[in-house]
């Protein structure tokens, strides 16, 4: 499946962004989704996992609190609504596809090279 990435941008601190990743190629409605972000000059790291109902949800402490994980089957999308964002939130995010898991440690335990991934969409929060 090819994931894509959308609604990244410039945000000031305090601000919300709504990043949208849809998907083609092949539902991906059985399997677990999740948001990644790679800051500069930083290892990548998790934000968020779905499970394939949207039920199951699963947070770094980071994103705990003001961000939202949900997906919409029917749209083959996953959402990540950002709020109360902050300058430290500055990366890229990627979306990332469990390609065989239901479940979000699909997507929390894998291995970075088992995962599906989208090319990945530029947050900048300024302070």
């Known amino acids: 499946v090819q994931l894509v990435e959308s609604g990244g941008g410039l945000v000031q601190a305090g601000g919300s962004l709504r990043l949208s990743c849809a998907g083609s190629g092949r539902s991906f409605s059985n399997y677990a989704m999740g948001w990644f972000r790679q800051a500069p000059g930083k290892e990548r790291e998790f934000v968020a996992a779905i499970g394939w109902s949207g039920h199951a949800t699963y947070y770094s402490d980071s994103a705990k609190g003001r961000f939202t994980i949900s997906r919409d089957n029917t749209k083959n999308t996953v959402y990540l609504q950002m709020n109360s964002l902050k300058p430290e939130d500055t990366a890229v995010y990627y979306c990332?596809?469990?390609?065989?898991?239901?479940?979000?440690?699909?997507?929390?335990?894998?291995?970075?090279?088992?995962?599906?991934w989208g090319q990945g969409t530029k947050v900048t929060v300024s302070s």
């Open positions: 990332a596809d469990s390609r065989t898991g239901e479940s979000t440690g699909a997507i929390v335990e894998a291995p970075a090279v088992n995962l599906g």
